[in-house]
């Protein structure tokens, strides 16, 4: 194990528990209500749900290439862009609520995703002393 597979693995299981399952599965009523935004048909929460569900794919992605030894360039900028951009929605759009804690999340996933890209060398060493692959 290593410090960017922490952070792509931390980063998928957040997504499918608190988006990608919520968004496909829950109904419309609760959705509505966790998120408040109404809508007459669930459709929009279904498209983030599966939208969510591309984006943990491709972190999956990122996993399998760390394990064959390759820094997941495309995918760490992804999540550069797709979790620093929600840190900067939350932080300058959003409520009280969201920015006390969805904001932190978002912005801590930023901030290890940075700390890989900036180290990669250090990012694919094993927590055990050798790099990965």
Do not use: H
């Not at 952070?7 to 997504?15: D, E, G, N």
């Amino acid at each position: 194990m290593n410090a960017i597979n922490v952070v792509l693995i931390f980063k998928i299981v957040i997504t499918i528990g608190s988006l990608t399952g919520p968004f496909l599965l829950l109904p419309k009523r609760k959705l509505e209500s966790f998120t408040r935004i109404s809508s007459d048909t669930p459709i929009f929460f279904r498209l983030y749900g599966m939208a969510m569900l591309a984006l943990t794919i491709a972190y999956m992605g990122g996993v399998w290439s760390v394990q064959q030894g390759a820094f997941p360039w495309i995918i760490v900028t992804m999540g550069l862009v797709s979790n620093g951009g929600a840190t900067a929605i939350l932080l300058f759009l959003g409520d009280r609520r969201s920015r006390r804690f969805i904001a932190p999340v978002f912005g801590g996933i930023t901030l290890g995703l940075l700390l890989c890209a900036l180290f990669p060398t250090a990012a694919m060493t094993s927590f055990f002393g050798e790099v990965s692959g």
